[in-house]
C-alpha cells in the first residue's frame, strides 16, 4: 500500500493529459480501493461505467467494492447487468462465484446464530409450560 499514494498522483496526472483514458480512470479506483477508502473506489467505478458502459472491468471491480462493504446483492446485480453486455465473459462468472460465495460465507454464522436463539426461546417457553 506504501506505493500507492505515488501511483495514485501518476494516474491523476494522466487523466490531465488524457481525460478519456478509462484505464487510468479505473486504475485510480484500484488506488481508492487499496486505500481503503470503499466510498470512493466505488463511485469512481460508477464514473468509468459512466463514461463507458460496455467496459467490464470496471463492473466487475464496482461489483468487488460494494462486496467489500458486505452489499452482496447489489455487487451481484451489477454483475448481472455486465452479464447484458457481455455474456459470456468468464471474469464476470468467475467474480459471481465469488461474491456468491462470500454472501453465504456471511449468511452462515447469522444461521448459526438465529438457530441458537430460536433453541434458546423454545426452551424457555418449555419450561413456562412446564411451571403453569
Given at each position: 500500500m506504501g506505493w500507492t499514494r505515488e501511483v495514485l498522483l501518476k494516474f491523476r496526472k494522466q487523466?490531465?493529459?488524457c481525460p478519456d483514458d478509462?484505464?487510468?480512470?479505473?486504475?485510480i479506483g484500484n488506488c481508492y480501493f487499496d486505500l481503503g477508502?470503499?466510498?470512493?473506489?466505488?463511485?469512481k467505478f460508477r464514473e468509468v461505467i459512466t463514461m463507458s458502459p460496455e467496459f467490464i472491468p470496471a463492473y466487475n471491480a464496482l461489483a468487488l467494492s460494494l462486496a467489500e462493504k458486505g452489499w452482496y446483492d447489489e455487487a451481484l446485480e451489477v454483475l448481472r447487468a455486465a452479464l447484458q453486455i457481455a455474456p459470456e465473459d468468464?471474469?464476470?462468472?468467475d467474480s459471481m462465484d465469488y461474491i456468491q460465495s462470500l454472501k453465504e460465507d456471511d449468511d452462515g454464522p447469522k444461521g448459526i446464530i438465529l438457530l441458537s436463539i430460536i433453541q434458546g426461546l423454545l426452551k424457555n417457553r418449555e419450561k413456562l409450560e412446564e411451571s403453569s
Open positions: 487523466i490531465d493529459i478509462t484505464w487510468a480512470h479505473l486504475s477508502w470503499i466510498d470512493e473506489s466505488s463511485a468468464e471474469s464476470v462468472m
